[in-house]
């Protein structure tokens, strides 16, 4: 007779089988930590015998250098902030990594935005925006200067110039998902500026009918020299009306120079190399028989040209070509005629979308001064200036993309 199992014995174990290659994981798993322990190894070997690299040409900007630590730093944790700000920054081989990053991005996951900026469909690079509504500061402070230059008799301009993504929504050439309200921030921009009383030159009426690539850089934020000559020629036409002693350069008086190295402006360090479809070359303008003009900087720096020759001939891979335009951004400027053809003075209030048609107002006015309120620090009052200046008239050459700037003006009224 068969006893009955007993079921409080356990029951036999069964053998088990040893799954397919377990017996070589050891090697995969040497493998892993070999590698880990590399990358460990090798940025700490970085880090104690590289050299920190002080600037980043590709990204255009000062890194992070080692913090110094101290204890109060450490108590309130600025130091580790630093820190990894500095770690950050100083990763070995970090440009070569951004590029892997931004071309695993756009070539596997077919991604058209990287750090904000837009590759669009013609190979134009654009930083399209959220709508600004922060024009409230430039509302109070617009009709207060415009109401000092009415004291003194002076007539202010407001030259507007759209900017790349403005052009592009204007076009509808922005894709549903992504998000623009850059239109909208320009039509609160130039609600300041009547509300002002300025005398509003919309740039958008010459520009907007010119295709995109032909007026702008494809990988940079600037118009390039044809956009600014576009848009110099209808500031000078509109000035016409009101001082009819002002000549205008026409098109046929113009030679045309070009850079041969391409330029990598300020989109394409931003989203990186592997979105930059198409390149661009700087090019300038400059009348047939020369300019007519001279340079001073910030004062008494002077015997310059318009035109900084000496940038063009920079041989490292992400020069700023656009430094042909004035050499840089200064304080102030002043630009005058050798032979005047007239005896008007015209201040223009300025950002680094100025630079190119600078050059071009030199040989339209006898006196051409620029304030860029970013570099005056507040050192300059711009209605004092108007008034011991003698300025005839006043012109701002801004794009819609200067709210940030009104603390500078406020600085600066």
């Known amino acids: 007779m068969q006893k009955p199992l007993d079921s409080r014995k356990p029951s ?90 931004a071309g695993f991005q756009k070539n596997v996951f077919q991604q058209k935005i ?38 003194q008799d002076v007539p202010v301009y407001f030259a507007s110039a759209p900017s790349k993504p403005v052009h592009a929504a204007q076009n509808e050439m922005i894709p549903d998902y992504v998000i623009s309200g850059d239109l909208d921030s320009r039509g609160n921009l130039h609600d300041a500026v009547e509300g002002a009383d300025f005398e509003l030159i919309d740039l958008g009426e010459t520009l907007f009918e010119q295709p995109m690539e032909d007026i ?52 394409a360090r931003e989203i990186s190399l592997p979105y930059v479809e198409k390149l661009d070359y700087l090019e300038w303008m400059e009348p047939k028989d020369g300019f007519t003009t001279e340079v001073c900087r910030n004062g008494d720096d002077c015997g310059h040209s318009v035109i900084a020759r000496e940038e063009a001939e920079e041989t490292n891979r992400f020069a700023d070509f656009y430094k042909v335009f004035m050499k840089d951004n200064y304080a102030q400027l002043r630009i005058e005629q050798k032979d005047p053809v007239n005896d008007l003075h015209v201040l223009v209030l300025k950002d680094s979308y100025a630079n190119p048609v600078l050059g071009f107002l030199g040989e339209s006015f006898g006196t051409v001064s620029a304030i860029d309120v970013r570099y005056a620090e507040g050192k300059v009052d711009i209605t004092d200036y108007v008034e011991e200046n003698d300025v005839d008239l006043v012109l701002f050459m801004h794009n819609d993309r200067i709210s940030g700037m009104s603390g500078d003006y406020e600085d600066s009224f």
Not at 114 to 136: C, K, Q, T, W, Y
Not at 235 to 245: F, G, K, V
Not at 256 to 266: A, E, L, N, V, W
């Open 114 to 151: 990287n750090n904000g900026v837009l590759a669009l469909d013609n190979g134009v690079l654009i930083g399209p925006d959220e709508p600004v509504r922060g024009f409230d500061n430039m509302k109070r402070l617009f009709p207060e200067f415009g109401a000092a230059m009415q004291e």
């Open 216 to 267: 702008y850089f494809y990988n940079d934020h600037h118009w390039n020299v044809q956009g600014a000559f576009l848009g110099y020629q209808q500031i000078i036409e509109r000035l016409q009306q009101d001082y009819e002693d002002v000549p205008k350069l026409e098109a046929s008086d113009m030679e045309t120079f070009k850079i041969d190295q391409p330029y990598y402006g300020s989109y």
């Open 12 to 101: 036999p174990r069964p053998i088990e089988q040893k799954p397919k290659g377990l017996e070589q994981s050891w090697f995969a798993d040497f493998l892993l930590l070999g590698v880990f322990l590399g990358v460990i190894f090798l940025g700490l070997a970085t880090y104690w015998f590289g050299q920190d690299r002080e600037v980043s040409v590709l990204e255009g900007r000062q890194l992070a250098q080692q913090p110094e630590a101290s204890v109060s730093a450490v108590r309130d944790g600025s130091y580790m902030e630093e820190f990894e700000s500095y770690t950050s920054d100083q990763v070995f081989q970090r440009d070569r990594w951004m590029g892997l990053q």
